[in-house]
């Protein structure tokens, strides 16, 4: 619905798990990375008020004066909370500790449930969108910022750790999805399951694969985030792994998987 200008308009994926730690701030930067890389221009909302993908792509905590809270509450324009990266093509909205009581305080704010969307419209009156992707990186939680990032998005990216509890929980996620739609959002697309932190010694890991597989079929990437040292380190130098070492398994498989993504957008839009 945010499609005034087909042409012009940007595919917005929320990155949701209510669990955490299971890859969606590491998928969000680098495929976020790995679009940009293919030339294309791509927009990180940081929705987490633990901030890690404002960290993992380097912008320093006194940058976040405007950020994802003060767009959700009506007190900045996305244009003027967007920060440039060191990623050529690649801005992002970042988070602040502010967002961490926008849970609570959006309760009395009406239509609490599309602040962000709101603000996406806004940003893209017709003409004025230089975005092809906007990926939100969303808390681990079902709560009222995941539900905006829902509401605002066309498709849901949902990761998925290879370990034995991943798919516990996905139920509810799929309700939430569900229930979205009949609300709020009825064109809501579930874009697809990504395998992280794959293992491939590990009998766990391709037996979770395997269920997952046979769940959400072809919903599954085919390509699969292997478990890899450099994308854990590269965080820490504010960096995508893709950045950091690009020729590490890691960023081959966020590679892989950015053109995945690209050609189901091609076969959505055929
Ligand atoms: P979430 O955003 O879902 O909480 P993160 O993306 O922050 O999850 O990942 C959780 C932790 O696992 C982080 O420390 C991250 O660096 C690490 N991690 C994520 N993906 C991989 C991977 N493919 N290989 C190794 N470590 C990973
Ligand atoms: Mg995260």
Do not use: W
């Not at 949701?16 to 890389?37: D, E």
């Not at 009406?110 to 092809?132: C, I, K």
């Amino acid at each position: 619905m945010l499609r005034g200008d087909a042409a012009v308009a940007p595919r917005i994926l929320a990155v949701v798990n209510q669990k955490g730690g299971v890859g969606k701030t590491t998928t969000t930067i680098n495929l976020a990375t790995a679009l940009a890389a293919c030339q294309k221009k791509v927009l990180v909302i940081d929705l987490d008020p633990q901030g890690n993908a404002s960290t993992g792509l380097g912008v320093p905590r006194k940058n976040r004066d405007e950020d994802s809270y003060s767009v959700l509450i009506g007190a900045s324009a996305i244009a003027d909370a967007t920060l440039e990266t060191e990623v050529p093509r690649l801005s992002i909205v970042p988070s602040s500790q502010d967002l961490s009581g926008a849970e609570i305080e959006l309760v009395t704010i009406e239509d609490r449930e599309f602040r962000l969307r709101e603000a996406l419209v806004r940003h893209m009156a017709p003409g004025t969108n230089t975005y092809d992707y906007i990926l939100i990186d969303c808390p681990p939680s079902l709560g009222l910022l995941t539900l905006n990032a829902l509401v605002a998005a066309d498709a849901v990216l949902v990761p998925l750790q290879c370990e034995f509890y991943a798919l516990e929980g996905l139920s509810q996620l799929m309700r939430t999805v569900e229930r979205v739609r009949t609300a709020f959002n009825p064109d809501l697309e579930i874009q697809g399951v990504v395998l992280t932190m794959f293992d491939r010694r590990n009998n766990l890991s391709l037996a979770v694969a395997e269920d997952v597989r046979e769940h959400f079929g072809d919903k599954v990437y085919r390509t699969v985030i292997p478990r890899n040292v450099r994308v854990s380190e590269a965080p820490s130098h504010g960096l995508p792994v893709i950045v950091y070492d690009m020729r590490c398994t890691g960023s081959q498989a966020y590679i892989h998987l950015a053109s995945e993504v690209m050609k189901r957008e091609r076969s959505i839009a055929a």
